[in-house]
């Protein structure tokens, strides 16, 4: 982890600034956490092709994370990773209202993903990764793939 910078006002993650709106307010209340659009656009496919999973599961010990689809049998772990939530460098944006707190929040939300891979990775467990903008019928592929069922 690099020293902070001076020059950076340091922003408090604990408590979320005022939505800039109510319809903003809204539409982030009705963001699910599992069972996106996304999610459930693979999960169809792959469950086309007889292949099962289990959903929204801690794959390990040393992580709090859940995996959007998981086969603990197999150690593998997929995330199926929104692209605002977890910056996507495609496609993610910052907000314009409160962005420096979105700016360290969204930094702070990549910088968890890459500390979950790792102790995933170090527990043995195989960690894929997909955005939300990627091909569902794509993802499926690689997922299989993955499983051996190319």
Known sequence: MSAPNP??????????PAASSVAVR??????????????????????????????????????RARGDLVWKG????????????????TCGHLPRANAGWWAAKLAASSARDARTDAVLRAEGWRVLR????EDPEQVADAICAALGRG
Do not use: M, N
């Open 7 to 16: 020059d950076e006002p340091v922003v408090d993650l604990s408590r979320a």
């Open 130 to 133: 997909f955005w939300e903008h």
């Open 26 to 63: 809204d539409r982030f209340r009705r963001q699910g956490r599992r069972d996106t659009a996304p999610e459930l656009a693979v999960r169809r496919r792959l469950h086309a092709r007889g292949v099962r999973y289990r959903v929204d599961v801690r794959p390990g010990r040393g992580t």
């Open 74 to 89: 197999r150690r593998l772990v997929v995330f199926l990773d929104g692209c605002f939530w977890h910056a996507c460098p």
